[in-house]
């Protein structure tokens, strides 16, 4: 009886595989200087509003001059939340 032809099977190829797209990390070094800025902005104009006597920063905002500066150290604190 004659031998039946082997048919060779062809080598285990995989499927393509996807090349995972660049994960795109977002640069956050600028969260650090931006939060220790507002910080520092805050802190001096509330230190100037004392030390001038409610002449400096800005005369026409009296006590509200307390405000702008936390105002400035909420900012550096809400920046702060980007931070990873």
Known sequence: ???????????YTPPPTRTPQSI???NRSW???VM???FLIGLAWI????VTETQLPIQALGNWNIVVGFGFIAAGFGVST???
């Open 24 to 26: 795109r990390l977002t």
């Open 31 to 33: 969260v650090a200087p």
């Open 82 to 84: 980007q931070w990873k």
């Open 47 to 50: 230190v100037v509003f004392y």
């Open 36 to 38: 220790l800025a507002f």
């Open 1 to 11: 009886m004659p031998k039946s032809r082997i048919r060779k099977k062809d080598d």
